[in-house]
C-alpha cells in the first residue's frame, strides 16, 4: 500500500527497518524518507531557524547543499577537511550570537573518496557547542570495522548527532534513504519534515 507515511502509509516493516537501522549505526532512532536526497532536504530546515548557523564543507553533497539552500539559519562554508578554517567559521558563528550552530560533512566525500576527519569535527563541535551531522551514503556498508559508516571508522560512535544515508547502495542497492539520531530528533522530523509528510512512503517491498 503507498500513501503518506502518517495516514496509511507505515506498515510494520517500516518500523522494523527503522529500529534496525538505529541499532546498527548506534543511534536511538530512524526515519525513513524516499531518497537520502529527501532526507537532507529535510533535515535542516525542519531542525534549524534564523536565530541558528550551519556550517557545511565545502564538498558536501548535492543534496546537503540543497538542503541547506532550504533553511533560514546563517550559512558558514570551510575548506574540505579543514579544521583549522572549521575552527574559525564555529568562532564566526559563535561570536554572531548563533542559538544552535550545526556542523554537516559527507563521511566520505563522493567525489574523491576521501573520508571526513570527523575526530577533528567532532572535538570541535565540542569545543564550541555545535551539532554534528554526517551524510553517510558512501560509507555505511563499506567503511568501519562492522560497515557501520566512519563514525565507526574514525572512533566517534556516540560523538555524532545526526546521520543520514542511503537504501541505494551497500545497504540493498534498491531506493530509500534515512535519517538516523536522538528519538526527539527523529520524533520532530515525522511531524515537521516535509519530504516525509507530502511523500508516499517507500513500498514494502523494497522495505522487505
Not at 43 to 55: C, N, Q
Not at 162 to 186: M, N
Request: with cysteine; hydrophobic share 40%.
Amino acid at each position: 500500500m503507498a500513501s503518506v507515511r502518517f495516514i496509511c502509509g507505515t506498515q510494520d516493516s517500516h518500523k522494523e527497518l527503522e529500529q534496525k537501522l538505529a541499532a546498527f549505526l548506534g543511534m536511538e532512532d530512524a526515519i525513513l524518507y524516499s531518497s537520502c536526497f529527501d532526507a537532507n532536504g529535510g533535515l535542516f530546515e525542519t531542525l534549524l531557524g534564523a536565530e541558528d548557523a550551519i556550517i557545511s564543507d565545502a564538498l558536501n553533497h548535492a543534496s546537503i547543499i540543497d538542503g541547506v539552500r532550504l533553511c533560514k539559519a546563517k550559512r558558514y562554508r570551510y575548506a574540505n577537511n579543514d579544521m583549522q578554517e572549521l575552527e574559525a567559521r564555529l568562532k564566526e558563528a559563535r561570536e554572531a550570537g548563533a542559538r544552535h550552530v550545526l556542523i554537516a560533512t559527507d563521511g566520505v566525500f563522493s567525489m574523491d573518496g576521501v573520508i571526513a576527519n570527523l575526530k577533528g569535527v567532532c572535538d570541535l563541535a565540542d569545543k564550541y557547542d555545535a551539532l554534528v551531522m554526517v551524510d553517510d551514503s558512501h560509507a555505511v556498508g563499506f567503511v568501519g570495522e562492522n560497515g557501520r559508516g566512519s563514525h565507526e571508522y574514525c572512533d566517534v560512535m556516540g560523538r555524532v548527532d545526526i546521520i543520514t544515508g542511503t537504501l541505494g547502495k551497500a545497504l540493498g542497492g534498491a531506493s530509500g534513504g534515512y535519517t538516523a539520531a536522538r528519538k526527539e530528533v527523529v520524533e520532530w522530523l515525522r511531524q515537521r519534515s516535509r519530504p516525509y509528510l507530502f511523500s508516499n512512503s517507500l513500498a514494502p517491498a523494497i522495505v522487505a
